[in-house]
């Protein structure tokens, strides 16, 4: 049974079937826990509805016994944590990336396919005890029953994380989102929860985990969500090529004011998130009106959590005219975003962590009374 997920009107949708939808820049600033209608939506297949009587979690593998869990065992057997982290898809910002250069057959996602929630579950390092890891288990991978036709061969959505990651405290096995029951679009009745990797990781409507020795042979491990070399040539990719994405890296965004937005002379309030993934923070963010001539730094606001974006904010005295406004993060490791969306362009388009810039109009205020009054008046 096919289910829409229930979004504010004005979501940014990139595909109806399956759903592929981001908040537009401003809803994304509106709260630093993005509110479930809001929050972004990536699905490679059909979203399924899942019965949570009959819904059982296996966990096989290189295990000392496999088990099987229903929810309410779930539930009941395993400490409830909750952590607030942000989900980034590794094709957030892509659409800076065509741009440059043309990615065919992606979506060409802006600032919001990123957002943050407060998740409660159980551990998954508390589940994998129960299981008893056996020796040589280097990788857990995720198992879902949604098919995603882009997969060659057609195939179930999985994936898998690093073994040393699966067993950190911050990874969960969620059933609540912001204080609600996961909704079905979300992953309900349990999706893993991997803050710090991309996205993708964070499987839905997960059923099986399996300890192994290698790293997941699904599609999504091993044909997409791969870094691939500039120069690829793309009709003969094959399985295993380039890099596995795991760790998001340094990224960041301007969200207020928009791009092509045009304001009135006085102090433009610039406002947006970054974004450090796995173990680094966010230390610092600069902007720039002047082409990088000179720069201001932002005021960071509180960070929810160690796994979660920062909002940050500034105000800046800009000429009238048409104006770019840049901003560029920094690191706990001293990192930088890089400057141009062509050092990080890739085939598949992923990761882009370039500058983000928008460009707005400031207008002298007589212009923007013109501008906004009917005519005579
Ligand atoms: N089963 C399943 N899990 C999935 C996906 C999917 O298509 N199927 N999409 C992944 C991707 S690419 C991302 S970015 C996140 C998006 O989570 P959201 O839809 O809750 O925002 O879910 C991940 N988990
Ligand atoms: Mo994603």
Not at 112 to 125: D, F, I, P
Not at 230 to 249: C, F, K, N, S
């Amino acid at each position: 049974m096919q289910s829409t997920p229930v979004k504010r009107p004005g979501m940014i949708v990139h595909e109806q079937e399956p759903y592929n939808a981001e908040p537009p820049r401003a809803a994304l600033a509106e709260h630093v826990i993005t509110p479930v209608e809001t929050f972004y939506g990536r699905n490679h297949g059909t979203i399924p509805r899942l019965d949570a009587t009959s819904w059982r979690l296996r966990i096989d593998g290189l295990v000392e016994q496999p088990v099987e869990l229903s929810l309410d065992e779930l539930q009941t057997r395993f400490a409830h944590h909750e952590v607030t982290a942000t989900l980034q898809c590794a094709g957030n910002r892509r659409a800076g990336l065509m741009a440059y250069r043309d990615i065919p057959g992606q979506h060409p996602w802006g600032a919001g396919a990123t957002s943050t929630a407060v998740w409660r579950g159980v551990r998954l390092a508390d589940v994998l005890t129960a299981a008893g890891l056996a020796p040589g288990a280097t990788d857990i991978a995720f198992e879902a029953p949604d098919i995603a036709p882009e997969a060659e061969p057609t195939q179930a959505y999985g994936g898998s994380i690093p073994t040393i990651k699966a067993t950190a405290p911050e990874v969960l096995l969620a059933w609540e989102m912001n204080g609600e029951p996961l909704s079905t679009a979300h992953g309900a009745p349990v999706r893993v929860v991997v803050p710090g990797f991309i996205g993708a990781r964070s499987v839905k409507w997960v059923e099986r985990i399996t300890a192994q020795d290698r790293p997941s042979q699904n599609f999504f491990q091993q044909g997409a969500y791969r870094l691939l070399p500039a120069d690829t040539d793309t009709e003969r990719i094959q399985a295993g090529d380039g890099v596995a994405l795991g760790p998001v890296a340094l990224n960041s965004e301007i969200l207020t004011p928009d791009d092509g937005e045009h304001l009135a002379a006085g102090p433009v309030v610039v406002t947006g998130y970054a974004f450090a993934g796995d173990d680094r923070e966010v230390v610092r963010v600069d902007v720039t009106a002047d082409g990088g001539a000179t720069w201001v730094q932002a005021d960071l606001e509180a960070q929810p959590s160690p796994w979660s974006w920062r909002f940050w904010h500034t105000s800046l005295h800009v000429p009238a005219g048409p104006v770019q406004i840049t901003a560029r993060a920094w690191d706990s490791t001293a990192a930088v975003q890089p400057e141009h969306p062509a050092t990080v362009w890739n085939p598949k388009g992923y990761i882009n962590n370039s500058w983000p810039t928008v460009t707005v109009t400031v207008v002298a205020d007589n212009d923007l009374r013109d501008a906004e009054s009917p005519e005579g008046s």
